[in-house]
């Protein structure tokens, strides 16, 4: 009987405890909250050798309110193509601050509320 007693206030303390829900607005960092990722396909192709890579990535992305610019985590890479929804964007549109290791690309239309896909290649 106290070893039944035992679970359920070890239960009801630990649901008083939970963690509140994921809220990615309230996630540190230094990217925009109105551009939230929900899925990537990354390839990667090295050579090591050279200790470089090549490769790609598309990200599926959620926009929450109309934005022209987009803004990623970049560390020593080099953007060689790249497009949205399958249209391709200038290299002029794409810039890295390698002091604060991120990538802008700024569209030359606005991207709508939504679902859009970012394809790069590096």
């Given at each position: 009987?106290?070893?039944?007693?035992?679970?359920?206030?070890?239960?009801?303390?630990?649901?008083?405890?939970?963690?509140?829900?994921?809220?990615?607005?309230?996630?540190?960092?230094?990217?925009?909250?109105?551009?939230?990722?929900?899925?990537?396909?990354?390839?990667?192709?090295?050579d090591l050798g050279k200790l470089t890579f090549a490769g790609r990535?598309?990200?599926?992305?959620?926009?929450?309110?109309?934005?022209?610019?987009?803004?990623?985590?970049?560390?020593?890479?080099?953007?060689?193509?790249?497009n949205i929804d399958d249209k391709a964007l200038a290299r002029t549109?794409?810039?890295?601050?390698?002091?604060?290791?991120?990538?802008?690309?700024?569209?030359?239309?606005?991207?709508?509320?939504?679902?859009?896909?970012?394809?790069?290649?590096?």
């Open positions: 009987m106290g070893f039944s007693f035992l679970h359920y206030l070890l239960a009801t303390v630990t649901a008083l405890h939970a963690e509140k829900p994921f809220d990615f607005a309230s996630t540190p960092g230094k990217l925009p909250k109105h551009v939230r990722p929900s899925e990537y396909a990354i390839w990667f192709k090295p990535e598309t990200v599926k992305l959620n926009v929450e309110q109309a934005t022209r610019e987009l803004v990623l985590n970049a560390l020593d890479l080099t953007i060689t193509d790249a549109a794409i810039k890295l601050d390698a002091k604060n290791e991120l990538l802008t690309i700024t569209m030359p239309d606005e991207l709508t509320p939504g679902e859009h896909t970012l394809a790069l290649k590096f």
